[in-house]
């Protein structure tokens, strides 16, 4: 078992910046795929960004590539979503998920989510 908890979300004018934190607790981190997923109002959740578990590969979405970067300490257990530049298109609701499966431009979500954590960019 793994638990998610995500924190640093908010309210962010267009062009802003956030890091999101990702505290992840149970089953061996530095062993998992850790990932990133978003959900806007009223659409389905789509892929943000992946890193392997050393953290030497990551893999994002074409929408945040060169805005977002996720990295990873395994040593606090811990995985960051730092956006910036961000967009209103960017609001939605950010979950963290753990032991992602996949390669290269396809990837599936892991069976552990956090509870999640609401991103707000205002115009």
């Known amino acids: 078992q793994v638990q998610l908890a995500e924190s640093g979300g908010g309210l962010v004018q267009a062009g802003g910046s956030l890091r999101l934190s990702c505290a992840a607790s149970?089953?061996?981190?530095?062993?998992?795929?850790m990932g990133w997923f978003r959900q806007a109002p009223g659409k389905e959740r789509e892929f943000v960004a992946v890193?392997?578990?050393?953290?030497?590969?990551?893999y994002y979405a074409d929408s945040v590539k060169g805005r977002f970067t996720i990295s990873r300490d395994n040593a606090k257990n811990t995985v960051y979503l730092q956006m910036n530049s961000l967009r209103p298109e960017d609001t939605a609701v950010y979950y963290c998920?753990?032991?992602?499966?996949?390669?290269?431009?396809?990837?599936?979500?892991?069976?552990?989510w956090g509870q999640g954590t609401q991103v707000t960019v205002s115009s």
């Open positions: 998920n753990a032991d992602l499966q996949g390669s290269s431009s396809r990837w599936y979500w892991g069976a552990y």
């Open positions: 149970g089953r061996t981190f530095s062993t998992l795929v």
């Open positions: 890193i392997s578990w050393s953290g030497r590969s990551t």
